[in-house]
């Protein structure tokens, strides 16, 4: 089943401290409220052999994807509840198209990291239906580049327009696992939709904080590779 999204995603990057983490959320006018409880986001990102969503990213194309498979909990092994998302940026505006999986296919599936490199290997395995997807974004011959995983908090605003997800406890490593390297900072994204974009950029200014461009996908990518 596919699902599509398309919002505003506007980020900063704070040092991780955990009194002004609590003062930015509990104390914004819009009144920020847990909306679910804290999980662990892992993805598996993929790239081309040139590491074209990378460079592109890099050279600030203004239409640009990145392809991640996307499982929760504390397992770094692929289960049988992942999702295929695509992201897409063009200006201001972010796409997200996500594809679940055929769970009664792939029940019981555990796959380590490294067992399948190759995006449409996994796409296979896990029934995902995948065929005008793979060349609606041109996914052919991607393979997978970084593991990423963190600790995610939800929030939404009480007139539940605005949306706020708070990720810290950030890593990634190699698909190989043989290098695992933590990123001390804390991330803030505020997420609305486009319709509803006075109050969700009204919000975001009420932080007072320096929009970052940041991207795990990118940041994580020059750790690995440095």
């Not at 679910?36 to 074209?52: C, F």
């Amino acid at each position: 089943m596919s699902h599509i999204i398309r919002r505003f995603e506007k980020k900063f990057v704070i040092n991780d401290c955990g009194s002004k983490v609590e003062d930015l959320i509990y104390s914004h006018p819009i009144f920020f409220e847990q909306h679910y409880p804290d999980r662990v986001v892992n993805n598996v990102y993929y790239d081309h052999l040139q590491l074209n969503c990378f460079y592109d990213h890099m050279n600030g194309c203004c239409d640009r994807f990145k392809v991640r498979l996307r499982w929760y909990g504390l397992d770094q092994m692929l289960n049988d509840q992942i999702a295929l998302e695509i992201k897409n940026k063009k200006g201001t505006i972010s796409t997200k198209e996500s594809i679940s999986t055929s769970s009664s296919h792939c029940k019981n599936i555990q796959l380590q990291l490294y067992q399948f490199t190759q995006l449409e290997d996994v796409l296979n395995l896990y029934n995902i239906q995948y065929k005008q997807i793979i060349f609606k974004y041109n996914l052919l011959n991607m393979q997978a580049s970084l593991f990423n995983k963190y600790l995610r908090s939800y929030f939404v605003s009480r007139c539940g327009l605005v949306r706020l997800t708070v990720d810290r406890q950030i890593c990634f490593s190699q698909i190989s696992g043989q290098l695992e390297l933590n990123y001390p900072k804390i991330i803030f994204e505020v997420k609305y939709n486009i319709e509803d974009q006075l109050i969700g950029d009204k919000a975001y200014k009420q932080f007072n904080q320096v929009q970052s461009a940041f991207s795990k996908y990118i940041i994580g990518t020059q750790m690995v590779h440095d």
